[in-house]
């Protein structure tokens, strides 16, 4: 921390409060989704464990709403209170975007509300409680793409911000881009979520029809988690790339200075996430009868997950930013010169293809033992739920970690060329304190997750 | 433990045999690299012990299945952070020096990264490798285009820079005409004219 | 198209056994095998720097390349094993 600066400031308390903020949305906007999926499949196959996923997951999103609304307030009252001259801006040139964001979320929190308590009165009527969650979600959606236009103005706003209207602010470069990667990203966290949710549920559960069920529950999230994740990387890459269209220094920030090794953090957890997804691929595929056979090809998929990942890995230079000089000998820090494309973006294209091709494939190869062979709901080893402990941690991290990328990104602006970040915390953290402060973040959401997950699951039933 | 073996096999590979390899064979990894490497086979040999090892037994209570649990996201976790602070950082950015001439002042917002330049324009060793290399500038523009000075150049190169875009380079730079004060902009090109 | 009419006959001929694997085993091993040669092309320097057809510093064709050869190798076997279904239901 550079001197005169304190350890608790305003901009960490913004830092953190918005962070859970989107942590919290990103759940109570991801999972609706395939709530209303699984509540549909459950009337389409009268499989009455969807029913229960259904319902179950949905009691969480209830209570979990409250708090996502509540650390929104937070980031607001510290925006108005700590940053005026943009609050002041913000504010005034996205009146109406705001003024529809507050009707859209009281019609939505009735929605969900109605959606939630009507579960049982309209059972026999399930084709409207479903439109209501269809509703509900559409919503959602409309919500937060409302959102991303204010904060994609912030870092790629039209040219002449100045005399922009709303809708030109609204439908700025990076807009799609960031709904897009959004949109997805949500529903891998709500899988995630879920699965997180089943595994602790699997390993307290008594019954072995409980567990038979959660296990079933944890397959369902981790294959939506795991789904949604591998469209992740191209999203990120279509984002990323109408920031590069809109100004290429931003993107030579990201990429090759300060932000670069973030870059190849954000390697290690995706990665990892990929690699953890196939390992529970693994255990799995043991209590398929039949399925022993498969082995072989996932091991394989490992195999080349792992050099995919390792090529994802190599950075060009080990120097921390453009501007920084090597403490020894350049030829330590520096990528070998017959190895150089390892470093460009091609390689990297073709290693993170790798990894998700061959990932949709595992995936495929266990819906076939699944569809030749007799499954043992419940008899899965406990290994794999610790699996699901881990993979949500990740996905967690690695959403509290992209966060200060994309928002220091902008440098010493808040509104990037336009209005300059004035405050003594305008500085790009350095890498291992942005990755503290996610930790941190990330640890908090759990706590606060796992209490809501103990009010609306242990202290009804006792 | 053939797991084991390999993977001391592996990391004393990548270890020795670099030693051995002479600069000219643009194969030899750095001392950076080769850490990267040895942390990323421990982590594969790490997986693959995992891939072998046999079905876990319940566990005895549910007091220690959650704390299994909890003591894994902590640790997955806690390895990222730890990871993370292991890299490479750079220092904090101080403040833009004010500097006492415009050369100075030029140079300051040349290297700042509010402004953006060295981001894709190298000098002498420091910066990017987007746009052209600045570092003899004022001497190689001098004679670029024809009646036209090496500071007109310099000035049309920052206010309008699709003008004219040097072969094998793209037309990505972004004006600066609105970026800069006027102040600036001489400042800048006082530093720019200083690269001879 | 290769891999997607690839796909359409191992999709027809394995039928009834679900031939979606078969479709992505094909991409797999065909994008593998590229990816390989890729990195063997460029390690000994003797790729065309673009590669034909592209732009300079272009990345977006290697992110979308094998992904869309991975899903319609998949959707052709999927289509080969229905064409094969209604086939074999005219038999």
Known sequence: ?462 | MRIFITVIAVIAAIWVVPVFLSDDTGLKFGVSYRVLFTLFVMFAGFLFYLLGAPESKPFKSTARAVGSAGLVFVASIGAIVLLANLSPQFAFEGQASTGASSEDRGKAAFFDPGVGCFLCHVVETSGGTRGPDLTHVATVVETRRQGMSARDYLKESLVNPGAYVVPTFDNIMPPFGDRLSPEQLEDTLAYLMSLR | MGLFVGGLLTGRRVWPRPPLLNGALLAVVYNLTVVVAFFIGSFLEILHEPLPGLPQGDSTFFFAWPLAQFVLATAGAAIGGRMSVKRKMEE
Not at chain 1, 137 to 147: A, E, H, K, P
Not at chain 1, 406 to 411: D, K, L, S, T, Y
Request: hydrophobic letters at 55%; proline letters at 4%; one cysteine or more.
């Open chain 1, 1 to 462: 921390m550079p001197p005169n600066v304190p350890l608790i400031n305003d901009r960490l308390v913004l830092w953190v409060a918005s962070e859970l903020h989107l942590l919290f949305a990103a759940f109570v906007l991801g999972a609706p989704i395939f709530i209303v999926v699984c509540e549909y499949l459950g009337l389409k196959t009268r499989d009455q464990r969807y029913e229960r996923l259904a319902k179950e997951t949905m009691k969480i999103v209830a209570i979990a709403y409250s708090l996502t609304a509540l650390f929104g307030g937070a980031m607001t009252f510290v925006l108005v209170g700590k940053y005026q001259e943009f609050s002041n801006f913000i504010f005034q040139r996205f009146y109406p975007v705001f003024g529809l964001y507050a009707l859209l979320l009281l019609v939505e929190s009735s929605l969900m509300y109605v959606y939630w308590y009507t579960w049982d009165a309209l059972a026999g009527r399930k084709g409207l409680h479903i439109s209501i969650g269809v509703l509900l979600n559409i919503l959602g959606t409309l919500v937060m793409v409302l959102m991303n236009g204010v904060g994609s103005f912030m870092l790629t706003p039209p040219e002449n911000p100045a005399a922009a209207s709303v809708w030109q602010s609204l439908n700025n470069a990076t807009w799609t881009g960031l709904n897009l990667h959004r949109f997805v990203a949500n529903i891998s966290f709500g899988g995630f979520m879920v699965a997180l949710f089943a595994s602790v549920m699997f390993l307290t559960s008594k019954k072995e029809e409980d567990r038979a069920f959660y296990d079933w529950m944890g397959y369902i999230g981790n294959f939506i988690g795991v789904a949604a994740l591998v469209v992740l990387p191209v999203a990120g890459y279509v984002y990323t790339k109408e920031i590069f269209a809109y100004d290429a220094t931003i993107s030579t920030l990201l990429m090759a200075d300060k932000l670069a090794w973030f870059f190849v953090i954000q390697g290690v957890l995706v990665g990892l996430l990929f690699l953890g997804a196939v390992y529970y691929m693994w255990l799995s595929i043991r209590r398929i009868e039949g399925g022993a056979r498969f082995r072989t090809y996932i091991r394989g998929a490992i195999w080349v997950s792992l050099v995919g990942l390792a090529v994802w890995l190599i950075p060009q230079t080990f120097l921390p930013s453009l501007t920084a000089d090597p403490t020894g000998p350049i030829s330590e820090v520096t990528i070998p010169e017959k190895t150089i494309f390892l470093g460009l973006m091609p390689a990297k294209g073709l290693a993170v293809s790798a990894m998700v091709v061959v990932t949709a494939f595992v995936y495929l190869l266990y819906r076939q033992a699944i569809a030749t062979g007799k499954m043992a709901w419940g008899r899965i080893d406990v290994k794999a739920q610790l699996v699901l402990t881990f993979l949500p941690a990740v996905a967690v991290f690695t959403m509290a970690f992209m966060g200060p990328i994309r928002e220091m990104a902008r440098g010493q602006w808040h509104i990037f060329q336009f209005m300059a970040d004035k405050t003594p915390y305008s500085f790009i953290t350095p890498l291992g304190y942005a990755a503290i402060v996610a930790g941190i973040i990330t640890i908090v959401f759990f706590l606060l997750m796992g209490a809501i997950f103990w009010l609306g699951f242990k202290v009804g039933q006792h």
